[in-house]
């Protein structure tokens, strides 16, 4: 069979050679042999038993680079670098890395369902000036795919379209990734729009401090969701999935979206409600963004008054902490939230309207430390279809921020930590737990950052105990003073009562 192939090849090699000598011939005698050429092209044709497709890098009027070449390129770059022998390098816009492919005139060969192809890099119109370092500018490159003609359902059908799938794949994987904000700053006319810087927050998965079993069980959702096109398409849902992140200050929500987005490899866009304008402004943001994207709204519960009255009136029954956090967060959105009339059923057509649907492929994470204040619309399932809840440091969450503080996986202080947190239960956010172990130059050891936080924890406790003996008197203090009130109440109308007798007396 190979030989036959090889017999095949040297035939077309030898029939487009005399196709070469034919047309150079008509170029000095351009009126000889006219009425030759369709003939010539005929029996080229009969003998020759492969197919070529071309595919130019600027095709059109349009002087973009077609996306059929740089799919191409992309698919072909991870073969090229094991394989060709002369290689391009090159950066293309918004790429991360060099894009290796190869070189012009360089061939390669690839297999598909035991199919062979050959691709080659080629140029035409090379007319250089003679002493010029820059490209001719009618040169043009162009990609040509050759394949046996029995080969072509195969290729047309699936090869191409495998070509492109994969290509895109890699395409997006070497893209540089974005983190998008709406910033006031960048406002254009009244409304303002995304502005974007690169996305290189170092968290991970791996340097996340939580559960192993609550990690493996995201990931492994985060994975089926990139996986279920054909599902969602389906079960007829639009591709997206909503993820709610609640928990103290501290524990590693914001954290977490940047893990998941390192994850998928997709953009963030950190969407800033209280500068969005009215609902037709977010529904134009949200049109705006891309598939392979994280929406994300940080403390939604102080975002905007979206639960109205209900919210105020359990506002007002709020106990201290809560509260106080709570107005902390609202102050700071005051200023930015004077215009904003963006509504709940904004947000939730935002969410999961027409519009959401367009594009795909998108997860939209909201954070918020108090989730009772949510309206429960907003994040019902099928909305919020998880909930995330980012709770204080326990001692596997410690392991974990040990090792990539300290570079320590055993040590005899870790049975002091795991009593303190496990049996005295006492209650430290990661983000606190990081910043006792964080050397504090470079003579301290980790056993010197151990023992602090060891003392940390234990102030902590001790913190804990006073707050509960403070709050205990407090409570006390108020009811002496209730029941000093009722007291003084009660014989207030003692009195009156025993005058407005006398008086009756009087009268009688
Ligand atoms: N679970 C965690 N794993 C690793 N690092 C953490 C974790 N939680 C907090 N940190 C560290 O603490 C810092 C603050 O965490 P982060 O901003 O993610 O908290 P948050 O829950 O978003 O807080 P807030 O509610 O105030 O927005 C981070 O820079 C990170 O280094
Ligand atoms: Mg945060």
Not at 33 to 38: I, N, T
Not at 183 to 192: I, L, R, V
Not at 290 to 307: G, H, R
Not at 310 to 323: A, P, T
């Amino acid at each position: 069979m190979a030989t036959m192939g090889q017999l095949w090849t040297n035939t077309g090699s030898s029939l487009a050679t005399l196709m070469f000598i034919y047309t150079i011939f008509k170029q000095f005698f351009p009126h000889f042999g006219g009425h030759l050429e369709p003939y010539l092209h005929r029996l080229f044709g009969r003998f020759y038993p492969y197919i070529q497709i071309t595919f130019h890098e600027y095709s059109g009027e349009h002087f973009k680079r077609s996306e059929a070449y740089l799919g191409i390129q992309s698919y072909l770059s991870k073969d090229s670098s094991a394989r060709a022998k002369k290689l391009k390098a090159n950066t293309t816009k918004g790429s991360k890395s060099l894009v290796l492919s190869m070189d012009d005139k360089e061939e390669i060969t690839d297999d598909f369902e035991g199919v062979r192809v050959w691709w080659q890099s080629k140029k035409e119109g090379t007319t250089r000036q003679p002493f010029s370092f820059y490209p001719a500018a009618d040169e043009k490159r162009f990609y040509m795919l050759r394949f046996h003609r029995r080969d072509r359902e195969v290729i047309i059908e699936r090869y191409l379209e495998h070509v492109m799938r994969e290509g895109k794949t890699i395409e997006l994987k070497n893209r540089e990734r974005k983190l998008y904000s709406n910033t006031p700053e960048q406002s254009h006319g009244n409304q303002t729009k995304w502005s974007h810087v690169t996305f290189e927050h170092p968290a991970t998965f791996d340097t996340l401090a939580m559960e192993e079993n609550k990690k493996e069980e995201l990931k492994s959702d985060l994975i089926k969701f990139s996986k279920s096109k054909d599902y969602y398409k389906k079960i007829g849902k639009a591709w997206k999935r909503g993820y709610l992140l609640f928990g103290p200050p501290g524990t590693g929500k914001s954290t977490m979206i940047a893990a998941m987005a390192n994850f998928l490899e997709y953009d963030v866009y950190d969407l800033e409600l209280t500068t969005v304008k009215d609902n037709t402004h977010l529904r134009r943001l949200l049109i705006e963004t891309s598939a392979k994207s994280i929406i994300v709204i940080e403390d939604i519960d102080c975002s905007l008054n979206l639960t109205g009255q209900r919210k105020k009136k359990e506002e007002e029954e709020e106990d201290g902490d809560d509260k106080k956090t709570i107005e902390k967060k609202m102050m700071k959105n005051e200023g930015e939230n004077k215009e904003s009339k963006v509504t709940l059923s904004g947000l939730l057509n935002f969410i999961d309207g027409l519009w959401s649907a367009c594009g795909g492929e998108r997860i939209i994470v909201f954070t918020t430390n108090f989730v009772d204040k949510l309206d429960p619309a907003l994040i019902r399932k099928g909305r919020m279809d998880k909930h995330i809840e980012m709770s204080y440091c326990c001692f596997e969450a410690f392991k974990v921020l040990a090792k990539n503080y300290l570079d320590v996986e055993e040590s005899e202080l870790f049975e002091e930590i795991k009593r303190l947190l496990e049996v005295e239960e006492i209650k430290m956010t990661p983000a606190d737990v990081g910043e006792n172990l964080l050397p504090k130059s470079e003579k301290e050891g980790a056993e010197t950052c151990l023992k602090r936080l060891i003392e940390a924890l234990k102030e902590e406790k001790e913190e804990a105990k006073r707050k509960v003996e403070e709050e205990a008197k407090e409570k006390k203090e108020e009811e002496e003073e209730k029941q000093r009130k009722k007291e003084k109440k009660a014989e207030k109308e003692k009195k009156k009562m025993i005058e407005e007798n006398g008086e009756e007396d009087r009268q009688v």
